[in-house]
Structures are given as structure tokens and as C-alpha cells.
């Protein structure tokens, strides 16, 4: 049984690349250990999350990610059974909102400054797809390993 999960979280401080790389190590050592795939966005002032793989497993997962004190304001946008992954690639593929090509995030947000907790949970996942779809998705290869 597979299900995707999305959420969104809130940044107190903004953010340093070592903070994103610790939380990217830990992801994609355990994400491999434990069949999950997914990608991370961070925008200037928030996280946005997609986790893929068995239901127990992104269950537990995110379940451990609401309780780290790295981020606030954890909000679930989506939770579904799905029959195939959409981002089977990555054990956690990161995006800099920065990387990205204005007209992928125009497409979904009124302005460039993107804020998921206004979105609806359908409206982030087209997003994260099209995020994809560009190729900005950066290391975390869930085939070629942690640094592909
Ligand atoms: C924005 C964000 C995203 C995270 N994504 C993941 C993830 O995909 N997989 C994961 O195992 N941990 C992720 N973590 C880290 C977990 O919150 C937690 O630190 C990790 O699971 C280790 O938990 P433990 O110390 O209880 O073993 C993330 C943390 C943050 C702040």
C-alpha cells in the first residue's frame, strides 16, 4: 500500500545551507533505509514536503517530522493512497526556491513569493510536479544514490 503525504512547515529563522544539509543527510540516509521518496522545497520562509512509500513508513516519518523543533506550524495539505509514485527518483531531492524558473512558480501563485498555507493541498502537488518536470531537483537520487 502506498500513499503520498504533503505538508507544509514554517521557518523561524531563515535559512542556512548547513541547516538544509543536516536535515537532507538525515532524510536520505533514512528515506533509503526505509523505501521513502520524496522531494523538499524550501522557499525563503517556509518548507514544502512530498514523501512517498509504504503507509507505515511516511506515517512514522512524518510523524517524526512534526516533532522537530527545526520547524513550526507543521500542516498536512495532503494525505492519499496512491497506486504509483510520483517522485520515485529522489530519497529526498532538494529545491532552493531561488533555482527555480519564474514562470514554473507563476503558474501556481498569484505573486513570486509562494505561500503553501494558502494553497489547497491539490494546488502544491501540481506545483512540486511541474518543480520536477523543470529539472531543478537537485542530489538525493533514490537509484544512483545519495549524492547522483
Ligand atoms: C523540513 C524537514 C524535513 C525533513 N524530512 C525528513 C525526511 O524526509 N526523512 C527523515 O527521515 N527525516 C526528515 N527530517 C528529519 C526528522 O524530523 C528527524 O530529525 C529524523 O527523522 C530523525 O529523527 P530521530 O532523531 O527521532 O531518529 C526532516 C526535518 C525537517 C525539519
Same mark, same amino acid.
Given at each position: ?100 524558473? &519564474? ?12 505561500? &503553501?498555507?494558502?494553497?489547497? $493541498? ?17 542530489? $538525493? ?8
Amino acid at each position: 500500500m502506498l500513499v503520498r503525504c504533503v505538508y507544509a512547515s514554517r521557518l523561524g529563522k531563515s535559512h542556512s545551507s548547513k541547516l538544509l544539509n543536516d536535515i537532507l543527510e538525515t532524510s536520505r540516509k533514512h528515506n533509503t533505509k526505509h523505501g521513502i521518496t520524496g522531494v523538499l522545497v524550501a522557499t525563503s520562509d517556509s518548507f514544502i514536503q512530498v514523501l512517498e512509500g509504504g503507509r507505515a513508513q511516511v506515517s512514522e516519518t512524518y510523524n517524526a517530522i512534526t516533532q522537530d523543533k527545526r520547524h513550526s506550524d507543521v500542516t498536512l495539505l495532503s494525505f492519499e493512497e496512491i497506486t504509483q509514485r510520483s517522485f520515485e527518483g529522489w530519497s529526498m531531492g532538494e529545491v532552493t526556491i531561488g533555482q527555480l524558473n &519564474p514562470s514554473v512558480l507563476l503558474k501556481h501563485s498569484a505573486t513570486l513569493h509562494i505561500d &503553501p498555507f494558502g494553497m489547497s $493541498g491539490e494546488a502544491v502537488l501540481s506545483l512540486l510536479k511541474d518543480v520536477v518536470a523543470s529539472g531543478t531537483v537537485v542530489c $538525493g537520487n533514490a537509484t544512483r544514490g545519495n549524492r547522483g
